[in-house]
């Protein structure tokens, strides 16, 4: 329904979604996490009680929503979203896809994929999701979300983007991608529109992953938008960096096209990180309200108006949801 986007607690009155944080985990878990039994990590409940407390701060941050675009094969958990979502009050999006080959569910389709091409099979996983539920809990995903690793996509990956554009074209859902390095983008782009999927569909996310700037002018000059999602994360590219890239971004006329987050993970199935204390110590400024304290205050001193900030938060994911065409 128009003026209306699909959250785990029902829809969404897009004029309601407010300051929005486009790209945040409650939960991650890589596959194969359940088979080391000797680090399980939290209980469910210690992982809702984490995440109403950091909703509670992220409300009292002036953040009205936010999507956690977490694939299906990546420890996606819609009910505990769902059940944080219902305590607090607060919006939330969750997503239907697949993740990037080397770090997804990837033996599972491959194997199947010796009996026939699986196109198909994702786009019916994905459409199912979008519109009946997803499994048997009747909770709908709002977004697709697709995903590529380094270097090139890769067969499987070209796969799940054909069959995300599928189900995008049948359901009217918006995708949003993972890219490593801030490369691949152009090329996710590509493919997706190839299948027919309008670019103003399609955020390209961790575009902030590099500072070439012709790069990212190259997506904002097809239309897409570019995810700055990863504010806070200094240990994959520093926030300098993006500063500085996000304001020659604005000043190129493409302040319409910006999404913004973090992509910080609350509670993680099993224990991936090996030593939990030095990443928190290394990414201190990793916290869903960076942005709003920290990174705002310095693109205003960079040139970027508060009515542009404004615009990245609020006006852009609001349209992107809409699905209307760029300013």
Known sequence: ???????????????DLGRTLMHEHLLIGYPGWEADTVRLGQSRAEM????????????????????DPCPADLGRDVELIAEVAQKTGFQIICATGLYKEEEGGTAYWKFRSNFGPQVEAMAELFVHE????????????????????????????????????????????????HTDQGKLGDEQQEI??????????????????????????????????LGFDRFGLDIVFPDD??????????????????????????????????DPAGMAAVAANWHPLHFVRNVAPRLREAGVSAEQIEMMTVENPRRFFAGDALP
């Open 48 to 67: 809702v009680k984490v995440c109403v407390d950091k909703v509670e701060e992220l409300k009292a941050g002036g953040i009205d929503s936010m999507l």
């Open 241 to 274: 960096s993006r500063i500085a890239s996000l304001a020659k971004v604005v000043q190129a006329g493409a302040a319409a096209q910006v999404v913004v987050s973090h992509d910080t993970v609350w509670c993680w199935r099993g224990q991936p990180l090996p």
């Open 130 to 177: 979008l519109t009946e539920g997803i499994g048997e809990t009747g909770i709908c995903a709002g977004i697709i979300k697709v995903g590529t690793g380094h270097g090139a996509i890769t067969d499987y990956e070209k796969v799940v983007l054909e069959a995300a554009a599928r189900a995008s074209l049948e359901t009217g859902a918006p995708i949003t991608t």
């Open 1 to 15: 329904m128009a003026g209306e986007v699909q959250g785990v607690c029902g829809k969404i009155g897009l004029a």
């Open 192 to 225: 997706l529109t190839s299948h027919g999927v309008a670019p103003h569909r399609i955020i390209i996310g961790h575009s902030c992953g590099t500072d070439d700037h012709d790069y990212h002018m190259k997506i904002a000059g097809r239309g897409s938008y």
